[in-house]
């Protein structure tokens, strides 16, 4: 539950101290970019507490979470990659607390 309200918080706290004039707009994009965990649906099962989304979800694969880190420096994607950059973070964070491991 803690995990999932930090995908809340977290873009928030970064909308505020970071986008200050605009950061309704700011923390709607970051937060929208939790799509990204529709990759779960296409798991067997959707859900298992033990199981680390890093490397095992199509979406949260290594590779991409160095793309989703260089979005950042891209001023017109800048947003989406923070939230990508954020969420992937913390799942990660998340796996190493509930498995022991940074990645799948």
């Known amino acids: 539950m803690i995990h999932i309200l930090l995908h809340l918080v977290i873009p928030a706290l970064v909308a505020r101290v970071f986008f200050q ?13 939790m799509l990204v965990d529709l990759d779960h649906l296409i798991a067997n ?14 979406l949260h694969h290594p590779w991409l979470v160095i793309i989703y880190f260089a ?16 969420h992937m973070c913390l799942d990660a964070i998340d796996c190493q607390v509930t498995s022991g491991v940074w990645i799948y």
């Open 21 to 33: 004039s605009r950061w309704k707009y700011a923390y709607f994009i970051m937060v929208a970019t």
């Open 45 to 58: 099962p959707i859900y298992h507490p033990d199981r680390c989304s890093i490397g095992f979800h199509p």
């Open 71 to 86: 979005l950042c420096f891209v001023p017109k994607a800048r947003l989406v990659g923070l939230g990508l950059s954020i």
